[in-house]
Every structure is written in structure tokens, then in C-alpha cells.
């Protein structure tokens, strides 16, 4: 899903290009990406999805193809105070556990926001 940029002297670098979640990823693919990269945070409803591997740019690339195609208001956030994320506010838990619940394994189960 994502484009390597390497060669044979420089180590491979994760890149996110322009329409890559608009033209590639489904709801099963995006229930997979939470399975590994997603965290729920306290309140059940708010998730981040880990994307610190890439810098500012490319997160604002990822949230807005996010809340374009699947009607989000996702926003980049500082993490940590140096790695910049995707957050998935609460108003997005609805739409979130119902395009993804149907492709959650059960012991991950635990990822689907709280309606």
C-alpha cells in the first residue's frame, strides 16, 4: 500500500503519495491498518493511528484522503511532542466502528471505537 523509495545505498524510506487512500484502500484494508497501527484511547470513542514514519506532509496527505473518502474529520496531531499522527475524534467513532467492526478479529476487538 505504501511506496518504498530506496536504492542500493540508501536505507528504504516509507512514502505516502497523493491518492493512494482515495484510489487503494477499502474498509477491509483500513479495519487492518487500525488492527496494527490504531489505538483507542481512554474514552473509547477517540483513536489515533500510528503514522509517526512519516513527517507532517504526508500525515495531512493520509487525513485528508481519509475524510474525503470515508467521511471523517480526522486531523494531524503532534504526538509526544515530536511524531506527527492521525487522530480520529469522537464524532468519527460512529462511522469508524461501523465500517470496520465487520472485519476486526476478535482478540483485536478491543480497537472498535465505542458507539
Not at 46 to 54: A, C, E, K, V
Request: hydrophobic share 35%; net charge positive.
Amino acid at each position: 500500500m505504501f511506496y518504498i523509495k530506496s536504492t542500493p545505498y540508501q536505507k528504504a524510506i516509507k512514502t505516502i503519495q497523493e491518492g493512494l487512500i482515495l484510489n487503494h484502500l477499502t474498509d477491509r484494508g483500513l479495519a487492518y491498518w487500525i488492527m496494527g497501527d490504531g489505538s483507542l484511547q481512554k474514552d473509547r470513542k477517540t483513536m489515533i493511528l500510528h503514522t509517526q514514519s512519516y513527517n507532517k506532509n504526508e500525515n495531512l496527505i493520509l487525513s485528508r484522503e481519509l475524510n474525503k473518502k470515508f467521511g471523517f474529520k480526522s486531523e494531524v496531531i503532534l504526538h509526544k511532542k515530536k511524531y506527527f499522527v492521525v487522530k480520529f475524534n469522537s464524532k468519527d467513532a460512529v462511522t469508524l466502528h461501523n465500517l470496520i467492526k465487520p472485519h476486526i478479529i476478535e482478540s483485536l476487538k478491543y480497537k472498535i471505537p465505542v458507539c
